[in-house]
């Protein structure tokens, strides 16, 4: 399933490199979320059996657009695909293998390569099986990268989740997650199944409204403020870091404000170095195989 908006230079990629997954049947849900750059146009003339189009009455975000597409999907397993993105071979048929031998999974995340500003690599994940629990926890504490691309779920555990929040336009991916999780594992896939592209529009690189996102996503997470407010602390400050990385000095005190009153940091500096230190060693542990494959779920005094 495909949501675009605006990104006709990019989509006839993203829709070729679904197209060429030769080793499943599929059905490709393009979702236009009201584009204005000739993306209609682009969608009337693909004539492959395999491919429906949605078009949105009015651009409701990226929640809005996949939401119409899951509530559309007629198979049971629905895989994701941002159109700044492309598929790798194998990256419908490895995921269907893992839900083939796993009833207990609801959802597959698969590594990627990376195409940045200056050069390409590979950005791998470790190989394993997480538990409810343990996938759960992995999200709330970032141990584990989410982009929409790398997602692939069973379609009747995700409408139970209420499928993504539309509130959210940034982090929205990983807020759905943890709601998925509590209906069933993830599998964690090494093989890099897909592509991510560059591009300076991409949302995820608008670091000015990073703080404004995590405030959002605290909203529809309260939990990053109460009962694990060393994670609230530990993401806001990477924002605050970032303003002052890129000489956003006027977001920076915008920001440290806005964190404050949303109760994601305090104005403690040694406490905010200390937590993040915590956070930041915790996490460089336990992202890794061996201690992702021991997750249970947050440290008892975190809890």
């Known amino acids: 399933m495909l949501a ?10 993203a829709v070729a490199s679904v197209l060429a997954q030769d080793d499943v049947r599929f059905e490709l849900i393009v979702v236009d979320d009201a584009s204005r750059d000739g993306t209609a ?62 009833a207990g999974l609801v959802c597959t ?30 999200l709330i504490c970032d141990l584990i990268p989410v982009e929409a691309t ?15 929040c539309e509130r ?17 594992g993830a599998r964690l896939l090494s093989e890099p199944l897909w592509e991510k592209f560059w591009g300076d529009d991409n949302l995820s690189n608008d670091w000015a409204k990073a703080a404004s996102g995590l405030i959002a996503y605290a909203r529809e997470r309260p939990e990053i403020a109460g009962r694990y407010r060393k994670i609230g602390a530990y993401l806001a400050t990477k924002a605050l870091i970032a303003d002052l990385r890129l000489h956003l ?6 920001d440290i404000t806005s964190l404050h009153a949303a109760g994601l940091v305090d104005f403690d500096v040694w406490r905010l170095f200390r937590d993040h230190r915590e956070v930041r060693r915790y996490r460089r542990t336990m992202s890794r195989a061996e201690g992702l494959a021991k997750l249970t779920g947050p440290p008892t005094e975190w809890r």
């Open 168 to 184: 959210l336009r940034l982090t929205e991916d990983r807020e759905f997650l943890i709601r998925l999780a509590r209906h069933g």
């Open 249 to 254: 000095w006027r977001a920076f005190w915008r």
């Open 109 to 138: 995340l698969s590594s990627a390569i990376r195409h940045d500003r200056k050069r390409t690599r590979e950005a791998r994940i470790p190989e394993v099986r997480l538990a409810a629990p343990a996938f759960e926890w992995a």
């Open 41 to 102: 146009e682009y969608l009337a003339t693909l004539r492959d059996p395999r491919i429906r189009t949605i078009a949105a009455e009015r651009n409701g975000g990226p929640s809005a657009a996949r939401n119409l597409g899951l509530k559309a999907a007629r198979a049971g397993i629905v895989a994701l695909l941002d159109s700044d993105d492309a598929y790798r071979p194998g990256r419908l048929a490895a995921p269907l293998a893992a839900f083939a031998a796993d």
């Open 4 to 13: 675009t908006y605006n990104r006709r230079h990019s989509l006839p990629r």
């Open 150 to 164: 790398s997602i692939t779920v069973r379609r009747d555990a995700a409408l139970a989740a209420g499928g993504f």
